[in-house]
């Protein structure tokens, strides 16, 4: 099939969440209550504690280091006010999806969780607001190379091979089978899941910055973020080497290269704690 | 250097960061020798990870610097863009750093 024709069919089954977990229920009444002024934290928090099974991920991912909270999230009204809302209804949105991704495919897991912590420093650093949102995109900055697993494995099995025997660029490999790479799977299915553009964008451009319109900043964090954990080793994508660097990264963020050096020192101990957070879900998994 | 949860920390280990408690406060500056009073404390406080130089403890999944360098040869092998190049550089100098005995 020709990648036009391909890309067509692949925007419909994702229109129509084919072959795709099925959103947690409590998603749809957390989506009404957030856009209804008048509810309170208190009460959506309210809401999210009656399922038990989300509280203690929620809390679990608010209490992980890609967040860095010097204080231990407790309960559900806490993870909100410290992550925000918006964060927490992503949490909620893609929780069956990030179980798939530890599960499955634990290198991909490793890789985004790093590139959530590396762009929060980095977020930080050049002072964008709400850290954690952006956090969170580079936590699902590949969500894309999981629904192709999980919706489209014979098209996924065949991107591999075209990395692995014809030492195809991982990007193209995927447009040339699927017509759309991953960036784009990811976004296209956050704005279905009506997520903030801020990181819809992040996702959408974090390997063609010229992609992002408003968000430019945010995509260029992604971006870093994701060339830096390649360099550092942390995790596993379809990317065996460090993938392209756009320079204008730095430019957009105003970041000096030479705070390059002391983002690893301060990323290092963070990945130790992410190693340490994926081995006990390992773990829980294996016991189950 | 290596960041371990609480459980594995043992006296005579010395703190490559702060110590920092579930509130924020700084209970520990870095280089300091721990002591069994200082893990007692720590616990009170509720601290789970502790920063200390060295690689004191042999975890699995832990690389050796050797493995470290390796790794990082062969992921920028091929590669020629000057900036990714100085990323590398300054990789194998936090590497060297990462893992210098004190
Ligand atoms: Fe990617
Ligand atoms: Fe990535």
């Not at chain 1, 959103?23 to 957030?34: A, F, G, S």
């Not at chain 2, 500056?29 to 004191?56: D, M, Y």
Request: charged share 30%.
């Amino acid at each position: 099939m020709d990648p036009y024709e391909k890309r067509k069919e692949v925007r419909r089954k994702l229109r129509k969440l084919e072959g795709l977990p099925t959103l947690p229920p409590i998603v749809q009444r957390l989506n009404t209550m957030v856009e209804d002024e008048r509810v309170s934290i208190g009460q959506i928090a309210e809401l999210i504690e009656k399922d038990q099974v989300i509280t203690s991920k929620i809390l679990r991912l608010a209490n992980s280091a890609f967040y860095g909270f010097p204080r231990r999230v407790s309960t559900v009204q806490n993870a909100l006010m410290l992550l925000g809302i918006n964060v927490i209804k992503i949490l909620i949105t893609t929780s069956s999806i990030f179980e798939i991704l530890h599960k499955e495919d634990v290198g991909l897991w490793e890789h985004s969780v790093g590139v959530a912590a590396c762009a929060k420093i980095l977020a930080e650093k050049v002072e964008l607001k709400e850290p954690q949102e952006i956090a969170t995109a580079g936590l699902l900055h590949d969500l894309g190379r999981v629904i192709e697993k999980v919706a489209f494995l014979q098209e996924y099995n065949q991107i591999i091979e075209f990395i692995k025997k014809e030492k195809k660029d991982p990007l193209k490999a995927e447009e040339e089978v699927l017509g759309i790479n991953h960036a784009e799977i990811g976004a296209f299915l956050m704005r279905q899941w009506n997520l903030p553009e801020r990181l819809i964008e992040a996702v959408e451009a974090h390997h063609d910055l010229s992609k992002a319109k408003e968000f430019k900043k945010e995509a260029a964090v992604i971006h870093l973020a994701d060339v830096l954990i390649h360099a550092r080793g942390y995790g596993e994508s379809l990317y065996k080497k460090v993938p392209p660097l756009d320079e204008k990264a730095f430019k957009i963020l105003k970041l000096d290269f030479s705070f390059i050096k002391e983002l690893f020192f301060k990323l290092e101990p963070k990945l130790y704690e992410l190693k340490f957070f994926t081995e006990e879900l390992k773990k829980e998994t294996e016991g189950m | 250097m290596q960041r371990l949860p609480l459980a594995y920390i043992i006296p005579g280990m010395k703190t490559y960061e702060e110590v920092v408690d579930a509130n924020g406060r700084t209970l520990c500056g870095k280089g300091v020798e721990l002591t069994e009073e200082h893990l007692k404390r720590f616990q009170e406080f509720g601290v789970q990870f502790i920063t200390v130089e060295g690689l004191k403890v042999r975890l699995p999944w832990e690389k050796t610097l050797e493995e470290e360098l390796e790794g990082l040869e062969k992921r920028f092998e091929g590669i020629s863009d000057p900036v990714l190049l100085n990323i590398k550089e300054v990789l194998k100098e936090f590497l060297l750093e990462k893992y210098k005995e004190t």
